[in-house]
């Protein structure tokens, strides 16, 4: 997640497309453990799962967050293989699924960040309304709002 602190290294009144701005580096420590709670309570949620199926729409943030569930379980001690957009055999595989979505204005802002390619907007606005269809026909998936990936908001269950 990119945090943005005015009178860092930018100009007091700049405009950055962060996921939060913070008046001072005092206020970084409470948010990231905010996100460690909403991790935690995802474990919590997925108690008896093995493996966990991250899906989602592309740049809302499945990499990160399976990676930060890995990390989390491997925290506690916890044996969790979580599989980030799996597929066929592998989606078969998961004994629960998270899906995450964002808003439209928040995937394009990410896709602008990207330095690969040469147009990631129009990549992403070619593989939307699959990965939108994908979510929808999920069942028994929770969805997660993956607009602020530092306060995780479970949109449903």
């Known amino acids: 997640p990119f945090v943005h602190i005015p009178r860092g290294y930018g100009g007091l009144h700049e405009e950055v497309a962060a996921e939060a701005t913070l008046d001072g580096i005092d206020q970084l420590l409470p948010l990231l453990q905010g996100r460690g709670r909403a991790l935690a309570a995802l474990l919590e949620r997925f108690a008896g799962a093995k ?86 026909s999920l069942t028994g998936a929770i969805l997660i709002d993956g607009d602020n990936p530092l306060d995780l908001m479970i949109e449903r269950a």
């Open 51 to 136: 493996t966990l199926g991250v899906v989602g729409l592309p740049f809302a943030g499945k990499t990160l967050l399976s990676r930060d569930l890995e990390r989390a379980a491997r925290a506690r001690d916890r044996t969790l293989e979580v599989l980030d957009d799996p597929v066929g055999a592998d989606l078969a595989r998961c004994d629960a699924l998270i899906g995450i979505t964002a808003s439209e204005a928040t995937l394009v802002r990410r896709a602008r960040g990207q330095r690969v390619g040469v147009a990631p907007v129009e990549a992403l606005m070619e593989a939307l309304p699959a990965a939108r269809a994908r979510l929808a």
